[in-house]
């Protein structure tokens, strides 16, 4: 399995990005699929989830109608579209999957059991 995200940078605040992680040697249609962040001292978190056994998507409560996620299941992306960039969204954003799970809001409440890692994208936003 690999993970490759890409499009992080540095925006000002109320600007926007959007995330692309191209994934290669999993089916989205066996495995929970999102997108992560870690900040500078702070643990991993769930910013946007969706299992593949699960009709919904999970947005952690922070995101607030902010981002939108989707997977591209025939191009084999997953996409974070991020706009009203705040200060406090700076980190560096991770795509993760993994098999075990059939719930989105489980899978993007537990990263530290999530098997596959992306090496992570820097977003900068700066007041």
């Known amino acids: 399995v690999q993970l490759v995200e890409s499009g992080g940078g540095s925006v000002q605040a109320g600007g926007s990005l959007t995330l692309s992680c191209e994934v290669s040697?999993?089916?989205?249609?066996?495995?929970?699929v999102g997108w992560f962040r870690q900040a500078p001292g702070k643990e991993r978190e769930g910013v946007a989830c969706?299992?593949?056994?699960?009709?919904?998507?999970y947005y952690g409560s922070f995101v607030r109608g902010r981002f939108s996620f989707s997977v591209d299941a025939a191009n084999h992306k997953l996409y974070l579209r991020m706009t009203d960039l705040e200060p406090g969204d700076t980190a560096t954003y991770y795509c993760g999957a993994d098999r075990a799970y059939s719930i989105s809001r489980v899978f993007c409440s537990t990263p530290h059991l999530v098997d596959e890692w992306g090496q992570g994208t820097q977003v900068t936003v700066t007041a």
């Open positions: 040697g999993l089916a989205f249609n066996d495995h929970a």
């Open positions: 969706k299992a593949h056994k699960d009709i919904d998507m």
